[in-house]
């Protein structure tokens, strides 16, 4: 999560943006032609469930970190979906959700699910919840049954498929504390697809994110 997102954190893209820190507003009509969820066709459906069976296994990055092969595997197949996505607009209210960590590159957050154990918990869902509208976005590690880390950031749109991002504050929760940590950084993430199910998306250090649409909302 330089910086970068949480877990945020994408390939075979169309030509960066020359100016990609420049504002856009929350509500400008962008020009690139929108793929909507509707339009999803047989070959994406097909290319995002070999995505889904590679990752399948993958305990959300843990294991592919001692595999070279399957990230490779894994890569490639992100650089399919992000082909097939190349014309949506994901910086849209599409954006907007509860999403589930399904499978990661980024090395800090996988520690942290990894070594939960030593502190006699064990890592839950791993969230990353954005609203569009409000400009927010919070980084979420949950520690069942009653523990949770969360990070906040600002955001602003700066293309169709880049988010700008800078962290706020964080927190660490328990049943009865809180412990509230300083911010720590800023940088950026692009959403090389999305539709009704899952985003992909790509940080400012080249970590990969795959989520899906948790079936829940989470509050603080």
Same mark, same amino acid.
């Given at each position: 999560?330089?910086?970068?997102?949480?877990?945020?954190?994408?390939?075979?893209?169309k030509p960066p943006?020359?100016?990609?820190?420049?504002?856009?507003?929350?509500?400008?009509?962008?020009?690139?032609?929108?793929?909507?969820?509707?339009?999803?066709?047989?070959?994406?459906?097909?290319?995002?469930?070999?995505?889904?069976?590679?990752?399948?296994?993958?305990?959300?990055? %843990?294991?592919?970190?001692?595999?070279?092969?399957? =990230?490779?595997? #894994?890569? &490639? !197949?992100?650089?399919?979906?992000?082909?097939? /996505?190349?014309?949506?607009?994901?910086?849209?209210?599409?954006?907007?959700?509860?999403?589930? %960590?399904?499978?990661?590159?980024?090395?800090?957050? =996988?520690?942290? #699910?990894? &070594? !939960?154990?030593?502190?006699?918990?064990?890592? /839950?869902?791993?969230?990353?919840?954005?609203?569009?509208?409000?400009?927010?976005?919070?980084?979420?590690?949950?520690?069942?049954?009653?523990?949770?880390?969360?990070?906040?950031?600002?955001i602003e749109i700066?293309?169709?498929?880049?988010?700008?991002?800078?962290?706020?504050?964080?927190?660490?929760?328990?049943?009865?504390?809180?412990?509230?940590?300083?911010?720590?950084?800023?940088?950026?993430?692009?959403?090389?697809?999305?539709?009704?199910?899952?985003?992909?998306?790509?940080?400012?250090?080249?970590?990969?994110?795959?989520?899906?649409?948790?079936?829940?909302?989470?509050?603080?």
């Open positions: 999560m330089g910086a970068c997102t949480c877990f945020l954190l994408p390939i075979s893209l943006n020359p100016n990609p820190t420049s504002n856009f507003s929350k509500h400008q009509h962008f020009r690139t032609s929108k793929i909507t969820c509707s339009s999803i066709t047989s070959e994406s459906q097909l290319a995002k469930q070999e995505l889904l069976n590679l990752i399948s296994d993958q305990e959300r990055g %843990l294991k592919t970190q001692k595999d070279p092969a399957k =990230l490779s595997a #894994i890569i &490639k !197949a992100i650089d399919a979906m992000a082909v097939i /996505g190349r014309d949506m607009v994901t910086t849209d209210n599409s954006l907007s959700a509860t999403w589930r %960590l399904l499978w990661t590159t980024e090395k800090e957050q =996988l520690f942290i #699910i990894e &070594k !939960a154990n030593l502190f006699s918990t064990q890592a /839950g869902d791993v969230l990353q919840v954005i609203d569009v509208e409000k400009g927010v976005l919070n980084n979420v590690i949950t520690f069942p049954p009653d523990g949770v880390f969360f990070v906040r950031s600002d700066a293309s169709p498929k880049r988010v700008n991002f800078r962290f706020t504050s964080a927190v660490l929760r328990g049943k009865s504390w809180e412990i509230p940590l300083p911010p720590f950084g800023k940088g950026w993430f692009e959403s090389v697809y999305l539709d009704d199910d899952i985003r992909i998306a790509k940080d400012i250090r080249g970590d990969y994110l795959v989520v899906n649409r948790a079936p829940y909302n989470w509050k603080e």
